[in-house]
């Protein structure tokens, strides 16, 4: 996968990688501070522009005040005038004639000056107030003087009316008058100081009042627009992938919603396929995450580059991603896209000196055919996906029959726990001959399971579902257990018989396997080397390194062994070598046709020649016939099994047979020499 090495100190350097810039371009945007900031000076000119409001309506508000206050002091000194000069004028007509009615309106025009003045004088530091108050000071002594000088023109005294106009009345109203019309004066021009004022202040706020409303409008503007751009990209993030941009899963999950129900309404076809990369994890052990960022996001763009606006590519975590498909006609289209994601894929991808060839398994699912519901079709899709990675086939469609989940296998599993613990599972043994005189030579434990309703159930109806959960374990257990019990059942009676046991992937990359070996092998007895482990090339490629080290202690513990169903899968020869295996078994696929297929016939005699320069014991598998059997033997081939010697048997009836055997070989041997 990893074409060249890369130094540690490199990875800086790649880093600056265009791939790697994408990436934080994608996530750059408003910051959380920039936010915050924008919300508080959001706030802030909220409430500038409250404030500048209020203070604009409470300055007018004084300005108005202070106008209308200074227009009520000027109205009463114009009324004071007023009374001055009516005073005035009826002190004269009284001088001359005398009569209630004057000197009635005299003393109304005199009462109507004083409480002017003392109107004004009331309103306490106005302009007008001190004259007022001057005014008011001299108004007693006028009074009196007045007083007197009428009662002279009562009694008709002439000349003591001129005395005491000239001396008394005229000084002290003149006084009156002149401050009367000075305070009128001042009041006057304070009447329109403020008049002045109001006007400045209402032509200021005239100019102000829209430029700060702009100004605040367009802070507001901004602000607002930084909040909802970092809403928009909470939103965004909450609905992809930071790593690569692309929709995750929630997003995934929502779109494919939509679509399905459109989907559903017009009967038209929707596909989910679910694309998951194979042994991805090695870049991540081998060169750290920091690769395998980059890995995954050159693939993620090419993954979106294949699609258009109504379907999607979306992360759904991992190295697992999912296409929607939302209009595909057939099958077909959808079986298209996968071949042209898988080649997408497999176009190697360089960064800095290093290639990586990265490859995918990719599981369809179709609605309504296999499902309605977005999580119907993602299980589905994970299960077709499942079956395209076990069986190295880039792409799988969804079929019932591998799925775990459909009722009826659920049904099987159920059944299998309570098998396995009442003890309905049995062994049977299949006999393993040596090919050049045909003496057996051990057996391979099969596993059955006597089902009360189902009868004989085949372990391919039920091993394959096994696996697949943790159930496989207590079996692999029972089957060990079972045959190395058999293996010492038979020591004890002095027939040394090896037994096969077929184990599964998972307990060929469970780090504690062999332990658990070590322990049945004490529980039950059975001497190490009677037993050989049987392991397929697939089992060993889910995890390649964990394979090796656990087989290694295996064989550490004396065990035999074999590499099972030899040619069906993808393991490389380099791998092989490194191994610790004493057998390969040549898969009866190809042993079938040996004799008709002559590209069957090259196969089997090359893994044969292989297995022996590799210093390997070759078993052939699914030996029909004796023609077979014989070419086999002309090979080279080492041992075989097959029906042509014998199915897998129960333990006694495999025992009779083999024992009838021995005597036969022995007869055989005894007539011949
Ligand atoms: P396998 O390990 O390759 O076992 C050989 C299979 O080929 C057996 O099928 C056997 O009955 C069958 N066979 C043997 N000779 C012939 C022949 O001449 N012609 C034909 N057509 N078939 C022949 P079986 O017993 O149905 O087992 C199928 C598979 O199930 C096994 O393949 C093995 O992978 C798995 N299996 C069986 N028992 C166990 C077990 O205890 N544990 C695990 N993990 N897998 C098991
Ligand atoms: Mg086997
Ligand atoms: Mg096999």
């Known amino acids: 996968m990893i074409t060249a090495s890369a130094q540690r100190e490199e990875l800086p350097r790649l880093l600056a990688n265009p791939l790697a810039h994408a990436r934080v371009l994608r996530t750059r945007g408003v910051s959380a501070t920039v936010s915050r900031a924008a919300s508080f000076g959001l706030a802030v000119v909220l409430a500038l522009l409250a404030g500048f ?13 202070d106008v209308a206050e200074a227009v009520r002091l000027n109205n009463a000194y114009r009324d004071a005038s007023l009374d001055v000069a009516s005073a005035e004028s009826l002190e004269r007509k009284y001088r001359l004639e005398p009569s209630p009615q004057v000197l009635a309106r005299y003393d109304a025009a005199v009462s109507s000056l004083k409480s002017s003045l003392e109107e004004i004088i009331a309103s306490g530091d106005s302009v007008g107030a001190e004259p007022a108050r001057q005014a008011m000071a001299g ?42 019309k000075k305070g009128a004066a001042a009041q006057a021009t304070a009447t329109g100081d403020a008049i002045s004022r109001l006007r400045r202040t209402e032509s200021a706020f005239a100019i102000l009042a829209p430029s700060v409303f702009v100004l605040g409008f367009v802070l507001l503007g901004l602000f607002t627009w930084a909040i909802r751009k970092y809403r928009q990209q909470i939103d965004h993030q909450a609905l992809h992938d930071s790593l690569t941009g692309l929709p995750n899963r929630n997003f995934f999950h929502r779109r494919s919603a939509e679509a399905l129900e459109a989907a559903n309404r017009s009967g038209a076809k929707t596909a989910v396929l679910l694309v998951d990369l194979d042994r991805f994890k090695e870049i991540n052990d081998t060169l750290g995450h920091h690769y395998g960022d980059l890995v995954l996001t050159e693939l993620s763009r090419r993954l979106e580059s294949q699609f258009g606006a109504t379907d999607g590519v979306a992360r759904l975590g991992g190295d697992e991603f999912a296409v929607l498909l939302s209009e595909p006609t057939s099958l077909e289209d959808a079986t298209d896209v996968a071949v042209r994601l898988l080649l997408a894929i497999r176009k190697p991808i360089s960064i800095g000196e290093l290639r990586f060839d990265v490859d995918a398994s990719i599981g369809i699912a179709l609605s309504p055919d296999h499902g309605t519901t977005v999580d119907e079709l993602l299980q589905r899709a994970d299960v077709a996906m499942y079956v395209a990675k076990a069986n190295h086939m880039g792409y799988s469609t969804y079929s019932a029959d591998d799925d775990l989940h459909s009722p009826e296998r659920l049904a099987i599993l159920g059944d299998l726990r309570r098998a396995i613990e009442s003890n309905e599972l049995v062994l049977f043994y299949q006999p393993k001959v040596r090919l050049h005189d045909g003496v057996g030579i051990g057996v391979e434990a099969l596993v059955r399971w006597n089902h009360p309703t189902r009868g004989l159930v085949p372990p391919d109806d039920f091993i394959p579902l096994a696996e697949r959960t943790s159930l496989i374990e207590p079996l ?14 038979w020591l004890d009676e002095g027939h040394r018989i090896p037994v096969a046991v077929n184990i599964s992937a998972r307990s060929i990359v469970s780090l504690d396997f062999a332990g658990h070996v070590a322990e049945l092998l004490r529980q039950t007895g059975a001497p190490a080397e009677l037993i050989e482990l049987e392991v397929t090339e697939s089992a060993m490629m889910t995890d390649p390194e964990r394979a090796r080290l656990v087989l290694e202690e295996l064989h550490l513990l004396g065990l035999r062994l074999a590499i099972d169903d030899f040619g069906t899968g993808y393991s ?3 791998y ?3 191994l610790p295996i004493n057998v390969l078994k040549v898969d009866r696929v190809f042993i079938a046709n040996m004799l008709t297929v002559s590209a069957d ?25 004796d023609d077979i059997a014989v070419e086999l033997g ?39 020499s």
């Not at 007693?140 to 009316?161: C, G, H, K, N, P």
């Open 576 to 578: 092989l070598r490194t």
């Open 53 to 65: 409001t209020l203070s604009s309506v409470m300055v007018s508000n004084r300005r108005a005040t």
């Open 139 to 180: 108004f007693d002594v006028y009074r009196l003087a007045i007083s007197r000088m009428f009662a002279a023109v009562d009694a008709e005294q002439t000349a003591l009316v001129l005395q005491i106009d000239g001396a008394e009345v005229d000084p002290t109203f003149g006084q009156i008058d002149e401050l009367v």
């Open 572 to 574: 490389s020869l380099a």
């Open 476 to 489: 692999t257990t029972w089957v060990l257990t079972e045959a190395m019990t058999q293996t010492r059942r």
């Open 601 to 625: 016939r090259v196969i089997v005699r090359s893994v044969i020649e292989l297995g022996h320069n590799l210093g390997l014991s070759v078993v052939a598998e699914g030996v029909e016939d």
């Open 634 to 672: 002309r090979y080279g081939c080492d041992e075989a099994q097959g029906y042509f010697w014998n199915k897998a048997l129960p333990a006694d009836e495999f025992f009779r047979w083999h024992q009838s055997r021995i005597t036969g070989i022995a007869q055989t041997a005894s007539s011949r």
